[in-house]
């Protein structure tokens, strides 16, 4: 079985421009999660969704929003870059039945 | 709020020898508590979950956890370390609402070095 892929696996952007990262959930599961990981702040939660639908968001600002469509993949879109928004971006999507969240690889996002 | 604490920003543990990574939580309910491993450059594997039941969970690789409600705690151990064993730790805490896992709370993490 597939694990969650994230694409792409590396991205370099200016700032002020702005970047879509794409995640696959493993195959049957409908809820998908995103974080962020940095050397300071460590692994800090963006959003979830399940059903298309934003059930959960963590504190980050509007420029920062996600989408899921209907076969359950996911981007997220972070507008007007800022050099702090350089990361690790993680996916992790989890089963009905379960609690726990399986993670892609991630994408390395560097603003310069 | 929900908030994780590992004391330990950096452990070194000499090969074979025994492992044990602290976890301090803060949740307003019963918790669902998780270990999880990162290796330099790659994403996150689950090592092993904890929502009811026995206090002990046995998880993969070897490891296991134990949840003790009265100290807030749900700390990893290893009876002997492997070299292979080197990463970063993060313990997590989250909820569950129906369809799968609400968000994540993490750790700082915990680096494992380990020496020959």
Known sequence: KAGVTQTPRYLIKTRGQQVTLSCSPISGHRSVSWYQQTPGQGLQFLFEYFSETQRNKGNFPGRFSGRQFSNSRSEMNVSTLELGDSALYLCASSPPWATEAFFGQGTRLTVV | ?116
Do not use: M
């Not at chain 2, 709020?1 to 330990?8: F, G, N």
């Not at chain 2, 009265?70 to 129906?98: I, M, T």
């Open chain 2, 1 to 116: 709020a929900q908030s994780v604490t590992q004391p330990d920003i950096h452990i070194t543990v000499s090969e074979g020898a025994s492992l044990e990574l602290r976890c301090n939580y803060s949740y307003g309910a019963t918790p669902y508590l998780f270990w999880y491993v990162q290796s330099p450059g790659q994403g996150l594997q689950l090592l092993l979950k904890y929502f009811s039941g026995d206090t002990l969970v046995q998880g993969i690789k070897g490891f296991e956890a134990e949840f003790k409600r009265s100290q807030s705690s749900f700390n990893l151990r290893k009876p002997s370390v492997h070299w292979s064993d080197a990463a970063e730790y993060f313990c997590a805490v989250g909820s569950y609402s129906g369809g799968g896992a609400d968000g994540l709370t993490f750790g700082k993490g915990t680096h494992l070095i380990i020496q020959p």
